[in-house]
């Protein structure tokens, strides 16, 4: 499976965006879905993840009510909408996916990982 991910830019404070992570490859199969970050200097976080039906869906503490995860299993595409960024949401932001239909809280579980696509939020 390959993963792409797009959408990151820069943007001001409050502002909005919305990222997508395309799959192409083995999409037959049953995956779960997360979204990464990492900032400079800090080590990689789970920012929100979704299972293979949508049903279930996780999220960090520090985007709960400001990000929104979603996938479109016809298109094989998952989005993380993202809304009121702040400054320090600003990171490298990585698609990743578990096989096996549902999504776990560690980064090495995850079997595919899409190159990142930066987010940069001004103040």
């Known amino acids: 499976v390959q993963l792409q991910a797009s959408g990151g830019g820069l943007v001001q404070a409050g502002g909005s965006l919305r990222l997508s992570c395309a799959a192409s490859g083995r999409t037959s199969s049953m995956y779960g879905m997360g979204w990464f970050r990492q900032a400079p200097g800090k080590e990689r976080e789970l920012v929100a993840a979704?299972?293979?039906?949508?049903?279930?869906?996780y999220y960090a503490d520090s985007v709960k009510g400001r990000f929104a995860i979603s996938r479109d299993n016809a298109k094989n595409t998952v989005y993380l909408q993202m809304n009121s960024l702040k400054p320090e949401d600003t990171a490298v932001y990585y698609c990743?996916?578990?096989?096996?239909?549902?999504?776990?809280?560690?980064?090495?579980?995850?079997?595919?990982w899409g190159q990142g696509t930066l987010v940069t939020v001004s103040s």
């Open positions: 990743a996916a578990k096989r096996g239909g549902y999504y776990t809280l560690r980064d090495n579980d995850y079997d595919y």
């Open positions: 979704i299972s293979w039906s949508g049903a279930n869906t």
